[in-house]
Each structure stands twice: as structure tokens, then as C-alpha cells.
């Protein structure tokens, strides 16, 4: 969702200039894919990171990765995957830039996750918060910072890893991630749909949207990374609210008809994995360098409206 | 150095038991090693990590590793070492985990350090400090406790990871570690040798001596782990001091003599990385699990004196 999203936000904005080239790399392709070269094939497989990184792309988004409730359920896969492929991948990179006698040097902007934090945490985590994840997930993304950070010090690449909030509203169905109530609860009543809501209304998390993910990836990979002083791992701004602010924004876009869409429907297993869950941040390094997210939920769902919403 | 001092005090101490028994893995062996079975192999050849798995030893002490100065020099040796050859025994530890039915779940402590974190720091380091750490040694002991928590979590294994303080006094030779120099001071004038000392005297390090790694490694295979809560790599406890208190302490012990035989030699490279170097900590969570170190360094040079020192 979030690569489309990129794609097509690279193809019509022309942040890299009229004549850049956009490769697209994935497993398959939706029909209303973005333009560019496309690719099919898994970064996991024998020699695959190695002919991707032979066509030298200036500029490299890292956002394969099996998702969280996968990784949990198929360890092998999570690991080989969201880490085995990210080294594959950085390998073959380091290997290009040796083999032009260190004239390339690509960008390399990584779509990390705040899951690389466990907790206990205190209200709100500062920048210096340390990586203590509580699931495969996050400390595949955690070690994949490790490598990246690492290769970026010896000057192989140039890399950044951006740790996203939970992206919110996502478009589409709903997927098998804990989190996807807090888009469902939004996008499901705005077309008119039943929606269920599995944890108490005062649960607060972390959201940004997917444009402003997009925006992220694209900050990152002109950015001047030379401020980032070997502290290539950063927590992505974002806004702090509970369910029942969500809520609440909801009624003022749609009304009292919408919000009654939402059923309550407590499920404890749900519950335990949103209580280890990161409440807010206070991301001074990233506002510093110049990303920027939305700075109310009214504004993500009105975002969701003008990108996504098609009744 | 650390593993035979290990093994002669496992072996000497009956921690395990009278009738316990020692598998000694290692590329090659002292000839005064201590007393055990012994298998000459290297951790990295394909199907090795398996075969010493076979033998479902209850009990794993993994310190294999190149030191910090040779992977900065060999990056690839260095990540092949002491990521991937973890890797290899985490898996191989897994797999005999579930060949038993989930009857061997083996107790792993590993050997890491303070090379985990890097500068900007505190004075004094707390438990939740970060590790972002700006060398490749450091990197690769961080992802690898990132694995050993999440094989743990997922219960294949029970594993714990010691971030153990510079060891000090190292016995024998002096060895190419920019950390070299704090036992240099130390060992060489108490044997009447002259030593170079290429930092200043305000320099602050953290320090332990390798009896009281030793009893670190013994004492997270004894303890209860269901304490850890999750975070299990712990923030050993040693003693801060600066070289002009190591001077003092040798001064003390062996008088203005052997003071005499330390040369100022300051060394530029050798000053910028000692730098970066994490000068105090808070290691209040290791000592609540009962982990003891000295507490001077009037002590740390006792325990040389007693342990290791044959003028």
C-alpha cells in the first residue's frame, strides 16, 4: 500500500526531477499500479538483491517486509524476510559501491516501525527512547537499523530508517494486523459499513497517513544526512490521540449516523497486544530535519477523504 | 581468555554440580586450557552450529568473537563472526528445541558489551540507555541480543545478554584493542615492564576484572530469568574510574616505582575513539539480579594479583 502510495506520489510530483526513472520491485503488482520499470520477484530468493542493486539506482526505498501478526505466527519467514534480505540487499549495494571504486554510494531510505519499541514505556518516548521490541517484527526491523546505520558509517551507502507510525486510514479491506481497527473504525462508517471496535476508547496511540508516510520516504531520501551524525534511526512525527478522539473526528466529518456504525466488541487478546503499544512521542530530531505529519486526527481522516475516498 | 577463565572456575567450583560436565568449543586451545572435552571448529562452517547443538548442552556460554579492532578492519569477517555465527547457533538451538517436542529449552548467555552504546551519553548511563553504537563490534553484539530476546520471548531458548564492562587486568600480552592500554598501565609495571599510556589521566572508563565476568557468565546461567521481564540484555555493573585513580590504585599497590614506568605517549587515533566510550553507569536492575563486581580499583588490581600475576 504504502510503496503505490510512494510511486505514484514520485511519479506526478517529480521530487527527483522530470527524467528520473522509477524501478519497481515487489512480489506482484495491483492493476492500478504506478508507472515505471516493474520487477517480480522475491528479495529473499538467490541472487535477486544482487541484480537490483546492479542497475545502480541513485535511490533505494526498503519497504519489503512481511507484516507483524505474520512475523509472529511464521518466525522462519519474518526473519528471512525483514532482516535476511534487508543484509542481502545492503551486501550487494556494499559490493556495487566497491566494485566502482566507491563512486556509488545510493541513498537508501528504510521504512522502519515504532514496533521496534517494548514496553514499559513512559507517556510519551523521547528520540533517545531505547529499542526494547516485544515482537519478531520489531526486532527485525530494530537489527535492520543496526546493519543499516552500520553500513552507512563505513561510507557503502547512505542510508536512513524511518520508524512510521501506524498508518491510519489505510484504504481497502482490513488486514490481519492488531492495528487495523484504528482504521477500520474510520474508513468502514465513512462508507457506510459496520465497523467493530475491539479495545476501550481510551486507548491513545501513534497514527500518521499514508501520505504523510510518503512525504517521509521522499523527505529522507533528499535530506542532508550528514546532520544526522550517526544517529540514522528516527521516530517519525505523528498525532497522539485516543479512540475516543478518533471518534469524535469522525462525528464532526460525518456525524452521529456514522459513529453509530461502530460496534463495540472487546477482544482481550487484542487488548494485550495494544497495551504494549507506544502512546506518543515527542520527536524533536524529525521535526528539526523537516518531516512533517498532520498535527490533528480531523486532518488524517480528511487526508484519507482526498486520496482515497470513493463512495 | 574470558572462556578459560570460565572454564576453570566451572570446572573448580562445581556451579553446575559436581558431576557436570564441560564441552570446550573453540578454533584452537591454550595448552594450559581447562579440563573438559574439547572440539576444535569454527562457529561460521556450514552444519558446525548444528553439530555442537546435537549434544543439547543445558547450558550455553556463547563468547565467540572477533574483538572490536579486527571488525572495523575485516567488516565482513567481523558481521560474519559475530552476527551470523549466532544466527547460525540460535537456529540450529531451535531446531533441536523442537525435535525434543519443546523439552530442550536451553539456557544461552551471551557475552556482549558496552560497545552497544555510543556517544552523545549522560555522564552515567541508565538501563534505558539506547544502543546506537558507532562500531561494527558494537552493532553486531546489539542485532545479536535483538535475536536472542526474541528466540527467548518466542521460548526456543532461555537466553541473556551481558554487556560486560572493559575487562581490566587482562593477563598476558598486550593485544590490538584500543582498550589495550587500561591493563597495559597496570600489568606491565607491576611486571616491571614499561608501559605507554597514549590518552590523558582524565580519561574515564568502566571497568571490571575478568573474575567478575566470569561470575557475571555463571551467575545468569543460575539465575531466574522470569525476572527479566523481556528486556534481557542487562548493563553489567564494574567500576568508574579515571587513569589518574587506575595511577593512584597502582601507586598503592606497588609504589612510586612502578609508576615511573608508565610513559605519556598520547596517540591521537587512540584519543578519538576512547572518546566515544560510555565513561559511567546506573546498573541498578544487574545489581537487584545479584551481579556483583568490584568496588575499586585497588580491588581490580587485587584480583590480578591474585588470579593471574607469576613474577
Chains 1, 2 share one sequence.
Not at 491513545?204 to 550517526?230: E, G, V
Request: hydrophobic fraction near 45%; include cysteine; proline fraction near 5%.
Amino acid at each position: 500500500m504504502l510503496g503505490q502510495k510512494l510511486a505514484h506520489r514520485i511519479s506526478t510530483q517529480e521530487t527527483f526531477g522530470a527524467d528520473a526513472q522509477l524501478l519497481l520491485f515487489d512480489l506482484s503488482f495491483p492493476l492500478d499500479s504506478a508507472p515505471g520499470k516493474k520487477i517480480v520477484g522475491n528479495l529473499t530468493a538467490s541472487g535477486i538483491a544482487k541484480s537490483v542493486a546492479a542497475q545502480r539506482p541513485d535511490v533505494i526505498f526498503h519497504l519489503a517486509a512481511i507484516v507483524s501478526g505474520q512475523a509472529e505466527k511464521d518466525f522462519a519467514l519474518g526473519w528471512d524476510v525483514n532482516l535476511m534480505a534487508t543484509w542481502a540487499l545492503l551486501n550487494a549495494l556494499k559490493d556495487e559501491h566497491e566494485a566502482s571504486g566507491g563512486e556509488y554510494t545510493p541513498r537508501l531510505v528504510f521504512a522502519s516501525s515504532i514496533a521496534v519499541f517494548g514496553s514499559p514505556f513512559p507517556e510519551k518516548l523521547s528520540d533517545e527512547f531505547l529499542s526494547a521490541p516485544l515482537t519478531s517484527y520489531g526486532a527485525q526491523k530494530a537489527a535492520s537499523e543496526l546493519m543499516i546505520t552500520d553500513f552507512s558509517r563505513k561510507g557503502y551507502l547512505d542510508g536512513t530508517s524511518l520508524r512510521l507510525p501506524t498508518l491510519c486510514v489505510r484504504p481497502g479491506k482490513a488486514n490481519a494486523a492488531a492495528s487495523s481497527f484504528f482504521s477500520c473504525i474510520i474508513r468502514e462508517p465513512l462508507n457506510r459499513n459496520e465497523a467493530v471496535l475491539p479495545v476501550a476508547e481510551t486507548v491513545r496511540h501513534w497514527h500518521a497517513s499514508p501520505r504523510a508516510a510518503a512525504t517521509f520516504l521522499t523527505h529522507a531520501a533528499t535530506m542532508d544526512t550528514q546532520l544526522l551524525n550517526y544517529r540514522r534511526a528516527l521516530n517519525m512525527p505523528g498525532v497522539s490521540c485516543t479512540v475516543a478522539e478518533q471518534i469524535e473526528a469522525l462525528r464532526d466529518v460525518a456525524g452521529q449516523d456514522a459513529v453509530g456504525l461502530i460496534r463495540r466488541e472487546p477482544d482481550e487478546a487484542i487488548e494485550r497486544i495494544v497495551k504494549n503499544w507506544p502512546r506518543d512521542f515527542q520527536t524533536d530530531r524529525a521535526l528539526e530535519l523537516g518531516f512533517k505529519a498532520e498535527s490533528s486526527f480531523d486532518e488524517i481522516i480528511q487526508v484519507y477523504l482526498e486520496d482515497d475516498f470513493r463512495l
